[in-house]
T-cell receptor, first 111, second 116 residues
Framework: QKEVEQDPGPLSVPEGAIVSLNCTYS??????FMWYRQYSRKGPELLMY????GNKEDGRFTAQVDKSSKYISLFIRDSQPSDSATYLC???????????FGTGTSLTVIP | GAVVSQHPSRVICKSGTSVKIECRSL??????MFWYRQFPKQSLMLMAT?????????EQGVEKDKFLINHASLTLSTLTVTSAHPEDSSFYIC????????????FGPGTRLTVL
């Protein structure tokens, strides 16, 4: 079983739609949860990170963590064509520094 | 925010040659840097963890004699792919540990290696 599972998509939505991206994980030691956005042939850029369970909002983006279910989500409101990218979830226990990544979900927002 | 650069951004080489990729943290010191490989439509696979002044720690299945990592300073780590073969063609990404908070990693823009 992989440490982190993420549906690779692809996901295609119309502009203005609400997008929901999800990851599940198996290691209960994970404490920090990140979402990265990666444009084609570029390095990942950090969108948001959350510590432990709860919600975090930043503009059109909301990250949710449910540690009891080992499930994390990223919501994108009012999606824009510029949001078209691959979204990677990542998590770490905070010790040893190793990050565990999901496979990434490819998102296309159609104008 | 912290910036990490990689050079070159793209390299094409013949089979059997060696290729060096540089990773630099531009505005912060990074005690730890990481090297990842990413195949098309796949996630980042950690290859090795590089600590300044010490030997790199390689993940299982990664040949340390083929992928030589040197972390000579707090702002520079290099990955050398020795005797490259077509199956080594991939997107190589480095990241640098900021040492802040949960040890946030800042990623470089990646290097696309094509071995003919």
């Amino acid at each position: 079983q992989k440490e982190v599972e993420q549906d690779p998509g692809p996901l295609s939505v119309p502009e203005g739609a609400i997008v929901s991206l999800n990851c599940t994980y198996s290691n209960s030691a994970f404490q920090y949860f990140m979402w990265y956005r990666q444009y084609s042939r570029k390095g990942p850029e950090l969108l948001m990170y959350t510590y432990s369970s709860g919600n975090k909002e930043d503009g059109r983006f909301t990250a949710q963590v449910d540690k009891s279910s080992k499930y994390i989500s990223l919501f994108i409101r009012d999606s824009q064509p510029s949001d078209s990218a691959t979204y990677l979830c990542a998590m770490t226990s905070g010790t040893g520094n190793q990050f565990y990544f999901g496979t990434g979900t490819s998102l296309t927002v159609i104008p | 925010g912290a910036v990490v650069s990689q050079h070159p951004s793209r390299v094409i080489c013949k089979s059997g040659t060696s290729v060096k990729i540089e990773c630099r943290s531009l505005d912060f010191q990074a005690t730890t840097m990481f090297w990842y490989r990413q195949f098309p439509k796949q996630s980042l696979m950690l290859m090795a963890t590089s600590n300044e002044g010490s030997k790199a720690t390689y993940e299982q299945g990664v040949e340390k004699d083929k992928f030589l990592i040197n972390h000579a300073s707090l702002t520079l780590s290099t990955l050398t792919v020795t005797s490259a073969h077509p199956e080594d063609s991939s997107f190589y990404i480095c990241s640098a540990d900021s040492g802040q908070g949960y040890n946030e990693q800042f990623f470089g823009p990646g290097t696309r290696l094509t071995v003919l």
